[in-house]
Nanobody, 125 residues
Framework: VQLQAYGGGLVQAGGSLRLSCAAS????????MGWFRQAPGNEREFVAA????????NYADSVKGRFTISRDSAKNAVYLQMDNLKTEDTAVYYCAAGYGIILSMIRNVRAYGDWGQGTQVTVSS
């Protein structure tokens, strides 16, 4: 699966952004889709994931209640709605796809085999 993430930008704290990730490949609906982020000097960290079409979602504690992941299999796309953004949300955000990921591994960056190029999100105070 080839992925392209977009929708990042500069926003004030408390604001919202919606990230999109366009996927190619006819088996998109079979993949677990995830969002990760990486701030300068930090390791890439899990943000959210959604299992196959109509499946369950999973969130990092730091974004739970503020971010919402969704997918549209008809459009081969996955989205990350980010509300009430905080300065600590500043990072490059990556979408990722993984096939056959078990639930216990869904937050593990190594479980995902395909990655988009990343989109910068900057939250100012």
């Amino acid at each position: 699966v080839q992925l392209q993430a977009y929708g990042g930008g500069l926003v004030q704290a408390g604001g919202s952004l919606r990230l999109s990730c366009a996927a190619s490949g006819r088996t998109f609906s079979s993949y677990v889709m995830g969002w990760f982020r990486q701030a300068p000097g930090n390791e890439r960290e899990f943000v959210a994931a959604i299992r196959r079409s109509g499946g369950s979602t999973n969130y990092a504690d730091s974004v739970k209640g503020r971010f919402t992941i969704s997918r549209d299999s008809a459009k081969n796309a996955v989205y990350l709605q980010m509300d009430n953004l905080k300065t600590e949300d500043t990072a490059v955000y990556y979408c990722a796809a993984g096939y056959g990921i078990i639930l216990s591994m869904i937050r593990n960056v190594r479980a995902y085999g395909d990655w988009g190029q990343g989109t910068q999100v900057t939250v100012s105070s």
